[in-house]
């Protein structure tokens, strides 16, 4: 009889996660030099080490785990094939667990694990669906771990299988090990984070708030920043604030008919490509945020030559950034990011087929609102960028949004603590994340979300597009187990 894919997937991870049993919180180490060279492999899950290498046990065990759930091709749903063998090693460690699907296949992991309730709760989430791959050059599959030129490519490797793989990995030990919590710890890993969180954290929130009773919240958007050689650390970032999401959608009316007599005037698409021209052409006015300043402020020592004057002057007049500054800052798709709301065309619609007159041009323009900024006052902007009343210019989705987390309290002071030991002198900064995340919706339920994940990245790296949603997304791994054991201490001691 043939073995179904999901009792498979049980035993699998169900081996890889039994030898976390007694795998305690250790220092976490520091990085060997980074690994290049070498041919590309595709990981598969082997025997498990002796028990008596614990750390080495642990690490393995982690990888297996993200092994396991990039393999699992949730960029288009499914989600609930990837957490059934999750619910069921959870059940095997005496962990209460659900699965909750908001339609099917999307599914959302709730677990939890009890403590002495001398604290209130700690939320641990992470988001386990995926952007699409179509029309990507990847040089991998990118639905299997592939270790190449000293990195780990796949897709959901940052963004977000490595944290779900993290957070399923300490919890285990937790259960297993029957750690003294001092607070529950809840697990949440949501689907439909890319695309809008309807379905996934939003609907929890929504929905089954009980079951997300938190009192702060650790979720992506931060983590260890190094040097572009991979060398040393530069800070670890903690997520405090985000740009709001928001999607505009422009559309132009025409009249159709036979594509072999184009309209003279009035062609929706030329009007449309002008709209989209000027949005291309708007600047939205600059400004730097007390958390982009603290942030960019501890990278001036390897910030390339060409952008430290400015960024001096920057810091100087925040939150005002001089024209000048502004000139130099903006020619970086990092810099320009974190200092103004940029909007941006992603998507095009015409007609259904290549001899036939579209009927209607449509554009959809996806823009991330700096906090303090509205999307009434970015569509007004936009409306006076295009400056034509024949384009319709609405809002798609709301996609929700919430304050900022003030950078104070036991989340920052943990994080100061662990990364202090491990790397002594190592600033810890507050940081706005340029993009959107399941932390608007925890907050707006009054639960304090910071970014804290065990990712370890590089601004090249970022702007090469590996570290989200970009061809051969991969993560480096000399840095791996740092990464994991720094936000395992972290988790440690907030619980313990």
């Known amino acids: 009889m043939k073995e179904s894919p999901r009792r498979a997937g049980v035993e699998l991870l169900a081996l890889t996660l039994a030898t976390l049993a007694g795998c305690g919180a250790g220092p976490a180490p520091r990085p060997p030099p980074p690994v290049l060279g070498g041919a590309a492999q595709a990981s598969s899950p082997s025997a498990s080490s002796s028990p008596a290498s614990l750390p080495a046990d642990y690490h393995a065990a982690y990888r297996r785990l993200l092994e396991q759930m990039v393999s699992v091709d949730t960029s288009h749903g499914d989600e609930t094939k990837l957490l059934e063998p999750i619910a069921a090693l959870y059940r095997d460690a005496g962990v209460a667990v659900q699965i909750l699907e908001s339609a099917p296949g999307r599914g959302n992991l709730v677990a939890r694990l009890k403590g002495s309730g001398a604290k209130k709760p700690l939320l641990l989430l992470a988001h386990v669906d995926v952007v699409p791959v179509e029309g990507q050059p990847w040089t991998v599959p990118p639905f299997a771990v592939t270790e190449k030129d000293g990195f780990l490519y796949g897709r959901g490797i940052n963004d977000d299988k490595g944290m779900a793989a993290a957070i399923v990995a300490l919890t285990l030990d937790l259960a297993r090990t029957r750690a003294p919590l001092t607070r529950d710890v809840i697990v949440a890993l949501t689907s439909s984070e890319e695309s809008g969180a309807m379905p996934g954290a939003r609907w929890l929130v929504e929905n089954h708030k009980d079951l997300l009773d938190a009192e702060i919240a650790l979720n992506e958007g931060g983590g260890m920043l190094v040097t572009d050689d991979f060398a040393k650390p530069v800070l670890f970032g903690v997520g405090v604030s985000e740009k709001v999401f928001q999607t505009f959608k422009l559309v132009v009316k025409g009249k159709g008919g036979h594509s072999s007599r184009p309209p003279t005037t009035g062609d929706p698409v030329v009007t449309l490509a002008r709209a989209l021209l000027r949005v291309g052409e708007h600047r939205f006015p600059a400004k730097m945020l007390p958390e982009v300043k603290a942030d960019l402020s501890m990278q001036l020592a390897t910030a390339e030559p060409a952008y430290v004057e400015a960024l001096r002057h920057a810091f100087a007049s925040a939150p005002r950034v001089d024209p000048l500054d502004d000139a130099v800052l903006s020619k970086d798709a990092?810099?320009?990011?974190?200092?103004?709301?940029?909007?941006?065309?992603?998507?095009?619609?015409?007609?259904?087929?290549?001899?036939?007159?579209?009927?209607?041009?449509?554009?959809?323009?996806?823009?991330?609102?700096?906090?303090?900024?509205?999307?009434?006052?970015?569509?007004?902007?936009?409306?006076?960028?295009?400056?034509?009343?024949?384009?319709?210019?609405?809002?798609?989705?709301?996609?929700?949004?919430?304050?900022?987390?003030?950078?104070?309290?036991?989340?920052?002071?943990?994080?100061?603590?662990v990364v202090g030991a491990a790397y002594a002198g190592t600033p810890v900064v507050p940081g706005m994340s340029t993009g959107a995340s399941d932390s608007r919706f925890l907050r707006?339920?009054?639960?304090?979300?910071?970014?804290?994940?065990?990712?370890?990245?590089?601004?090249?790296?970022?702007?090469?597009?590996?570290?989200?949603?970009?061809?051969?997304?991969?993560?480096?791994?000399p840095w791996l187990a740092v990464g994991t054991d720094l936000f395992r201490d972290i988790v440690r001691a907030l619980v313990l």
């Open 334 to 417: 990092i810099y320009n990011a974190e200092i103004r709301t940029t909007c941006v065309t992603t998507m095009l619609k015409g007609s259904p087929q290549d001899n036939v007159l579209p009927t209607t041009a449509e554009a959809w323009v996806n823009c991330r609102i700096l906090p303090g900024e509205t999307r009434e006052g970015t569509r007004a902007a936009l409306a006076a960028a295009i400056s034509d009343p024949t384009v319709g210019l609405t809002l798609a989705e709301d996609s929700g949004d919430a304050p900022g987390t003030p950078f104070e309290g036991e989340v920052p002071a943990a994080v100061e603590k």
């Open 444 to 477: 707006g339920a009054g639960i304090r979300a910071y970014g804290v994940s065990p990712g370890v990245s590089t601004r090249a790296e970022g702007k090469a597009a590996h570290l989200a949603h970009g061809p051969d997304e991969r993560r480096s791994v």
